[in-house]
């Protein structure tokens, strides 16, 4: 894979009822498998909480 500037577009539904310790995490991976994929962000699901 070639290194260079990559755009990702994603729709995440965050609500209110979420359990506080729900997450999304985002990863970066060159193949089909989360093993050796690097985290680029994690957010909260709850709309009430920070990241």
Do not use: C, P, Q
């Amino acid at each position: 894979m070639k290194s260079g500037n990559f755009r990702i577009n994603v729709w995440l539904h965050r609500h209110g009822s979420a359990h506080i310790n729900d997450n999304y995490d985002i990863y970066f991976n060159s193949s089909k498998s989360l093993t050796g994929a690097t985290l680029i962000t994690s957010m909260k699901s709850d709309i009430d909480e920070k990241r």
